[in-house]
């Protein structure tokens, strides 16, 4: 996929039009706040990306040249400054036309397993693939309302980040919340620090979630646009109360896409967030250092 319209550049690279660039701009409003320089590094990196990564559609889905830009420019933001290096181990990505239901047995805490069918919008596995749901993935103004009874409540923000950042968490061995450092490019950042901001943030999230949750009226849908409302006093989506792992995946979202509630909740987090993307805390634009290729 992906070759029909470009000349391949590398066998790990390859050429993106300029003008399905320039669409792509105006389809993923958090490019419009990049410098234009940061603007050209993005659409190398979502070249790359795309050379080296393999996107398969399911369900009998047809995934266009634009389609796949734009999951690669949302995945490639927050690795910008990184590298793709980033999203090692793995190659695969799936998209699904719209949510997909996964049925798995999980054990729980005391050794007891449970089947759980689950409406997802998007998962990352260990060692790959991404899974993704187009209808979530798409640009704003081209995604699907889910009406379905199984559907779970939406990931406020951005579902290709969210899961391309469980992606960074893994390369630790685990997701927790704490992706692993490099010296070189996360020089000041301490993993002792992280851990007790991490900690901290996520255990007043949950606290303030369930005060809130305390004033819901009894006879109230959770899942109604009326809880919506309430809900939406929250500087992060409630999924990220799930655990740490999934708080660390919704900040992610949240700092590039809708920063300011998370910066005002939770400044120490934020300022940890944004220095291991390697942002400009103050204007949310990337770094000019130079990244690893």
């Known amino acids: 996929m992906f070759n029909n319209l470009r000349r391949i550049l590398s066998p790990r690279s390859v050429a993106i039009p300029q003008h399905l660039w320039e669409a792509q701009l105006h389809r993923f409003a958090p490019l419009q706040q990049l410098t234009a320089s940061a603007r050209g590094e993005l659409q190398t990196l979502c070249g790359q990306f795309l050379g080296q990564k393999s996107l398969s559609a399911a369900a009998g889905l047809t995934l ?3 389609m796949q830009l734009h999951i690669a420019a949302q995945a490639c933001l927050p690795i910008l400054q990184l590298g793709l290096g980033w999203y090692r181990g793995w190659h695969g990505i799936v998209v699904y036309p719209a949510r997909f239901r996964v049925r798995r047995r999980v054990q729980d805490e005391i050794g007891l397993e449970h089947d759980l069918d689950e409406t997802l919008a ?5 060692g790959g693939p991404v899974v ?15 009406t379905s009874e199984d559907a779970r409540r939406p990931i406020s923000g951005n579902v290709v980040i969210h899961e391309f950042a ?29 851990a007790v901001v ?11 979630l369930d005060l809130l949750e305390s004033e819901i009226p009894a ?7 009326a809880a919506d409302d309430i ?16 708080f660390f995946a919704v900040s992610s979202e949240a700092l590039f896409v809708a920063p300011d509630p998370l910066a005002a909740a939770f400044p120490e987090w934020y300022e940890i967030l944004a220095r291991f993307y390697r942002l400009d805390a ?12």
């Open 166 to 194: 469980h992606t960074l968490d893994l390369l630790s061995g685990t997701a927790n919340g704490m992706p692993p450092l490099d010296r070189r490019l996360h020089a000041g950042l301490d993993a002792a620090r992280w």
């Open 231 to 246: 809900y939406s006093r929250l500087p992060l989506d409630p999924y990220a109360a799930s655990d740490p792992a999934e």
């Open 282 to 293: 103050e204007s949310r634009l990337t770094q000019s250092a130079q990244r690893p290729r």
């Open 219 to 225: 006879d109230m849908d959770p899942e109604s646009a």
């Open 198 to 208: 991490l900690e901290d943030a996520y255990e007043r999230f949950c606290a303030e």
């Open 64 to 66: 266009t040249d634009a």
């Open 122 to 126: 998007g998962e990352a596995w260990d």
């Open 132 to 146: 993704l749901s187009w209808e979530d993935s798409a640009p704003a103004g081209e995604q699907a309302a889910d």
